[in-house]
């Protein structure tokens, strides 16, 4: 399984990504370029944080229009897998890939530190390695970050099973205290409808070893290559 | 020959110069390097480079008694920053650096143009920035005005450093009203690179081309520099115009392009244009390499039309670099920029000439002789004599200060220390910095007494720590000097890491003031002698003077940003008490000292005693100890005691981790003969407490570095009690108790509704 990591300019957790996968996971992966139409072959498209273009204007709102953008559209309407972490969530949601969107954090601050999740749905092939209601240690680092989106979608993700991660407290209860940036019923993470493409604020990719505090994420990518197998 | 006016300057009269900046006797002396009268675009050149912020004309013969050299310093102080070799092949830029007159007028762009310009510092020497540390001064939070000032400092750190991408991870902020009417913020970065990328800022080549690099030059920042090199006074909120405003997102590029620039070899020099622009960034290379460089201004890609020569010399516009490249080598350079978005221009050549010509077209408008420009700077040793005031309060015997009622009970003294902002958690503050961006932090804000992250592609660590107590170094400058160094070594060593090198940023207020300068000289001299004791040498720095308001002077604050080296990551030994169970020892001995305390200023309001001696042997065994016994892995924890002395040091350990806070059972009967409050804020120098399953061990190793050790307690259970027992009392409370204190203080200081520009201005209430 190869996996492209896309850098944007303004991308800064690319190359975090691309360890994540090589070292700690020990799969392919080809960096791709904000300007290129070409995918070079990869299986799985990950979306990196950063501030893509400044995230002038609104958070992903331009790297939607990026060359390499239409190829990973095309891509995810083909049932091709597709990961946005961080500000690749936020450009997965402008590129109406996902539904919803992030607004500005509620405390109006960045917020870095770890929080925990819990695993709403462990049946994606983003979570098969994971169990529904494990809790995982993973950090986040973002200013907008406060997932939100109307009535009648939130009932369609929540039907549909399509909310992945919930922000919890260590007892695994989805309070407003373990919410970090006042995420609409403490959303973390979603999937597609079509359960290909993943979109979450926290950072698998800085999740992967027990010296970095949690090796939590690498379960994720692990999901991945085992999905394939299956 | 030589330069002539442009039609439209200026008359150059006394008063410009004096406006400019120039004593007369520069100005002599500008006019005799000449052999006639300057032009303006010349005087706005020698204004900026002859300011104390670039020339340091007050303080270069101090700084060259510091010790700079070490097998392992590959870049020691004059280029834009220091760096060493950590083996493997592997190398270190760091460097720290003010932007504290920026801040005190404009708090976010100030600060986070300090960020921008130290990341160039690092990456201009071909190193890719790892991690960011800030350390930072401010007047008490029960101002509004200090509320607004760090919020927006705060702010502008994090929005730059975030964006950039480079993880910030230890710093300290340090609350006093001596910094009320002048906030200090200084800014450190680390870079990894190899050491075969390291390139140097030094023009070479006649005929190679000197090319404008990033974003285009506009009127922000002019005299910026100067700015920065005189007191802050009521007419300075008029000079916020001098601020430059950042973009972190062009500076991400302008990173990523300078970085394959480097590794392409198509240039061989690069620097940035920070203080002073084009003009310090052109003259400094050349003067660098002693060949001579011509300069179009016509040619700099500008934001506006009708920029003069001088508004472009001049010019702070951030994200800009200069580079000389291989000639013939121009549209490769171009790709690069291209590549990124960014603008490539070449503006001029590398001469054999010796001198220094701006031209505009054809026209020369200012022609300087060899490298005359930057060599020729003034250099003053102003008188030196300690102020009576300050000798008057260190003679003071503090312990005849009487103790308040409520200190019969020293966990209420204790909480009251916790919750002293200069003590208290950080994480209000550190929770809006990216910490964790680039995949290998360690140790981050909190963890321990210094970050530290893991040099990819290898199992070292890196540990990087700001330390400096401006009250003592005002108290006593040698000895304050001397513990800035000493502390951070501390730090270092307590993470497991070897203390390496060092960088320092010097905060002081007025040199031509002789209390000042004495502050100043002995303050470097105690710097050096604990630079030499400890193997750190200096690799560079910044001197910021000035730092007055109406207000006075800030406290004396040279503070040390020093990296360490952990040759094997895993060795790592975090901050806090960890297993139930585990033996409490304190490495080093408590003494009776208590001047100069956190104690005495949060306590009684006072600022005054003797700091703590500062024995540089001690120190130097008690890091070797602390190294040894990271690597021999019989630490579960180690902390070192500073601010608030032994117990707060011990309350910290137990509750850092609020979610795993763990109780202690502490028995200092051993010291019942100290006074109790000397016993438990007292902040005598050279001791750590550690947390080990295997005490035996410790206290044999210590023995053998000959490092005092005393078994003072054991860890206790998971949100268990907090105790202290000496002789006949004993003192106990649930570890959440003092948890909170140390925890809620800054975010419920911040809470209060008013962050105001406005409410008690300090120039306003000086100016009454």
Known sequence: ?230 | MGATPRPGDPVITPALVAEHGLTPDEYTRLERMLGRTPTFTELGIISALWSEHCSYKHSRPVLRTLPTKAPWVLQGPGENAGVISVGDGLAVAFKIESHNHPSAVEPYQGAATGVGGILRDVFTMGARPVAMLNSLRFGALDSARVRWLVSGVVKGIGDYGNCVGIPTVAGEVVFDPAYEGNPLVNAMCVGVLQEKDLIRAKAQGVGNPVIAVGARTGRDGIHGASFASEDLTEASEAKRPRVQVGDPFTEKLLLEASLELITSGHIVAIQDMGAAGLTSSSAEMAERGDVGVTIDTTLVPVRETGMTPYEILLSESQERMLVVAKKGHEDHVRAILEKWDLVAAVIGEVIAEPVYRVTEGDHVVAEFPGSRLVTDCPVYTPDAAEGADVQRLRAEDVHAIPEKAEESDPLWTLRQLLSSPTIASKRWITRQYDSTVRASTMLGPGDADAAVIRLKGTNKGLAVKTDCNGRYVYLEPRVGGRIAVAECARNIACTGARPMAITNCLNFGNPKRPEVFFQFREAVAGMGEACTALDTPVTGGNVSFYNESPLGAVFPTPTIGMVGLLECADDVVQGAFRTPGDAILLLGTPTAELGASEYLSRIHGRTTGAPPACNLAHERALVDCLVEAAAARVLSSAHDCSDGGLAVALAESAMMRREAAVGADIDLSAFASLPVRALLFGEAQGRAVVSSPNPDAVAALAARHGVPVHRIGTVGASGGSFSITVGSHRWSTGVETIADAWHDAIPSLMARVAISSDDAAPAAAGSA
Not at chain 1, 25 to 52: E, N, T
Not at chain 1, 80 to 98: R, S
Not at chain 1, 100 to 118: K, P, T
């Open chain 1, 1 to 230: 399984m190869k996996f492209g990591v896309i850098t944007f300019p303004g991308s800064n957790c690319d190359e975090d990504a691309v360890l994540a996968v090589t070292e700690g996971l020990g799969a392919d992966a080809v960096r791709l370029w904000h300007k290129d139409h070409d995918l070079q072959g990869a299986d799985v498209v990950i979306l990196p944080g950063g501030f893509s273009y400044g995230d002038y204007l609104r958070a992903g709102a331009i790297a939607r229009f990026s060359p390499i953008m239409q190829e990973v559209i095309a891509h995810a309407n083909r049932g091709g897998p597709v990961i946005g972490i961080c500000n690749g969530f936020q450009i997965a949601c402008e590129a109406h890939l996902l539904p919803g969107a992030l607004l500005r954090n509620d405390s109006l601050q960045f917020r870095s530190q770890e929080v925990i999740l819990r695993v709403e749905n462990a049946s994606t092939r983003f979570t098969n390695r994971y169990t529904a209601g494990q809790l995982l240690r993973i950090p986040i680092a973002h200013g907008d970050g406060r997932f939100t989106i109307e009535a009648d979608g939130l009932r369609r993700l929540e039907d549909a099973g399509q909310v992945v991660f919930r922000y919890v407290d260590s007892k695994g209860n989805a309070t407003a205290g373990a919410n970090p940036n006042g995420s609409l019923d403490n959303i973390a993470g979603i999937v597609s409808a079509g359960g290909n493409v993943l979109g979450m604020m926290p950072h698998p990719e800085r999740a992967i070893y027990q010296w970095l505090g949690s090796r939590d994420g690498l379960a994720l990518f692990e999901s991945m290559l085992a999905h394939v197998a299956a």
